[in-house]
């Protein structure tokens, strides 16, 4: 028995070496002997394998193979992997994740700020700042429009400039104030780029906030002004000339629709019209008081 032999047979190698190098060049198990006769101290770190070593275990014209990766088990990710096919975060053990309580549960303060800080649709990501609403939050009328222009999307109220100032116009007719005897809220509350018409899944998603807004106030009566804020608040596409004149309903409380300041201001024949249909609101009103 060789020497190299022995010494493997020594070490409880030899037939693991035999299995794995038969048909290996002489001269590789030459240098591997060598190799493997020095002494190694025993207080000594271990010794990686030199390149001898590392060659034998492969004749030298095998095809080149790429290093063996470990496979992850399939049902490792399938723990994390949402339908849309992206890897959730993994909470770190202990932590509880922040859950907001529901917009019905809010009062006035919090719904203000849940609706400061809304993300929930794409109007966010322009709006200079939300428009919320303002007025007596214990008033027995609740004005209703479409969503903020441009000058409220920069002051953050509701019904300001000139479309506002025709508003004010209009309540002081009716022996009432801003600030006092009403609270005027959009169905959206933030600004459409270019004042365009909100889409529906924008109305859906903001529409919790107003619902939470009337149910606070808890109002006598509520005036929808504009044919958007009237269709979204009642649930249909009919047209305004359709829907004025007639008492409607949106969460238990009365509603009567009319045209919204704006659009008086560009078609000046109609303001008789809505002082026909603030008068029937007053009328309803009175009636509602007994």
Known sequence: MARSDRILDELGLGPVWVSRVAGTPANVLG????????????????????SAIMTASVPADAPHRAPAVEAIAPDALATNMPAGGRVAPIEAPGHTP????????????????????????????????????????????????????????????????????????????????????????????????????????????????????????????IVAMGRFAAQSLLKTTASIASLRGRLHEYQNVPVIVTYHPAYLLRSLPDKAKAWSDLCMAKATYEKLRG
């Open 31 to 50: 240098d591997l002997s060598v190799a493997r006769a020095a002494p190694v101290p025993r207080d000594s770190a271990p010794v990686k394998p030199s």
């Open 98 to 221: 922040i859950v907001l309580p529901p917009v019905e549960q809010l009062d006035w303060p919090a719904l203000a700020e849940r609706v400061s800080q809304c993300t929930s649709c794409k109007l966010c990501e322009k709006r200079t700042q939300t428009v919320f609403g303002v007025g007596d939050p214990n008033a027995d009328w609740m004005l209703i429009g479409e969503a903020p222009g441009e000058t409220e999307d920069k002051q953050g109220e509701p019904f300001v400039g000139q479309a506002g100032k025709l508003l004010d116009n209009m309540l002081r007719s009716l022996g009432m104030q801003r600030g006092q005897d009403v609270y005027i809220a959009n169905v959206i509350k933030c600004r459409p780029p270019n004042n365009r018409n909100p889409e529906p899944e924008e109305v859906a998603r903001c529409e919790p906030y107003l619902q939470r807004q009337v149910a606070l106030v808890q109002p006598k009566l």
